[in-house]
């Protein structure tokens, strides 16, 4: 069984920083896509970053290109998301995704594991 585990979550002024982090462990799993989604109260799940072991390319959403990036650990299986310069609009709970196999990295259907989720809160 896989699981899925996000932390760094919490509440932060508009222009400031978080670092989330996400690991996915399982006995024989080997991550091929992960990716970052949020989802705001109300609102439908948006992407917001995704990173690919096998061409190391980094995907990422239109309203967070510029602010965030995503990186991972030299071990395979973790990945971090640094959010700078925080808007109101980034409050959300931030979900973290694992896939084993190749799809497309921005859709929620590509991934078939999944964290509890964090909740990322921006005052202004």
């Known amino acids: 069984q896989v699981q899925v585990v996000e932390s760094g979550g919490g509440l932060v002024q508009a222009g400031g920083s978080l670092r989330l982090s996400c690991a996915a462990s399982?006995?024989?799993?080997?991550?091929?896509?992960m990716g970052w989604f949020r989802q705001a109260p109300g609102k439908e799940r948006e992407f917001v970053a995704a990173?690919?072991?096998?061409?190391?390319?980094?995907y990422y959403g239109d309203d967070v290109q510029g602010r965030f990036t995503m990186s991972r650990d030299n071990a395979k299986n973790t990945v971090h998301l640094q959010m700078n310069s925080l808007k109101p609009e980034d409050t959300a709970v931030y979900y973290c995704?694992?896939?084993?196999?190749?799809?497309?990295?921005?859709?929620?259907?590509?991934?078939?594991?999944w964290g509890q989720g964090t909740q990322v809160t921006v005052s202004s």
């Open positions: 995704a694992a896939t084993g196999i190749d799809g497309v990295a921005w859709r929620d259907e590509t991934y078939e594991h």
């Open positions: 990173f690919r072991w096998s061409d190391s390319l980094t």
């Open positions: 399982g006995r024989t799993f080997s991550s091929y896509i």
